[in-house]
């Protein structure tokens, strides 16, 4: 079996004349938890959204579980901002985390059998929304909207979670929850890799600090 999660090396990206990351080597096992820290500009989002492939662009070799990442897509599971989502489309929490079931296809008016909504629940139970299935995501707080995107994340019983800046713009008791629900899903066997500024929640929970 590879230990190795996810490889990088002597990676660079540019944007134009401005060099967002250079040379950068490193390697994450699996069963790690991984936290990303450093300053405004110091190619964070960059390097996370080059292992996840939406960075075409860029010098040296990234491997996710031994392969390019577009043939490992569905061992992974991906939380955006926050910032990122329209938290006003009418749909309600349930739908939300069932539509990643969809992969990348468009299916109008699809219909989730029972089956899916009672893994929904089940999901939705573990990051301590039970019972919000038919709320508007819109009615969410802050902390729970999150809660309910990595349940999004883990419909697809992902082998590695990849989260930027999961607890941004959230209370503290919030971004604590998160950050314990992440920990919980570590001990269980899915490798952790986020981007954060949270330093002090990063050194409590975290395997391996990677500082930009």
């Known amino acids: 079996m590879n230990e190795t999660a996810i490889s990088i090396k002597n990676l660079s990206v540019s944007y134009g004349k401005c060099d967002a ?3 950068i080597s490193l390697d994450i096992k699996r ?8 300053p ?6 960059t390097l996370l959204h080059t292992v996840l492939g939406f960075i075409k662009q860029y010098s040296g070799e990234v491997k996710v579980l031994g392969k390019n990442i577009k043939k490992v897509y569905k061992h992974i599971g991906f939380v955006p901002q926050t910032e990122t989502c329209e938290k006003n489309f009418p749909i309600t929490v349930e739908k939300a985390v069932l539509t990643a079931t969809l992969g990348p296809k468009i299916i109008p008016f699809k219909y989730f059998s029972k089956n899916d909504c009672d893994k929904a629940s089940k999901l939705l139970e573990n990051v301590g929304l039970k019972g919000f299935e038919k709320r508007a995501v819109g009615e969410l707080s802050g902390g729970e909207f999150q809660r309910m995107l990595i349940a999004r994340a883990l419909a697809q019983n992902p082998e590695i979670l990849f989260l930027d800046e999961p607890t941004a713009n959230i209370d503290t008791e919030s971004s604590d929850k998160i950050f314990s629900l992440l920990s919980e899903l ?5 490798t952790i890799v986020l981007v954060t500024h949270d330093l002090i929640s990063a050194k409590k929970y975290s395997t391996k600090i990677i500082n930009l």
């Open 31 to 38: 069963g790690e938890f991984v936290s990303v820290i450093g």
């Open 40 to 45: 405004n500009g110091a190619g964070k989002t």
């Open 21 to 23: 990351i250079q040379n």
């Open 186 to 190: 570590n001990k269980n066997g899915v």
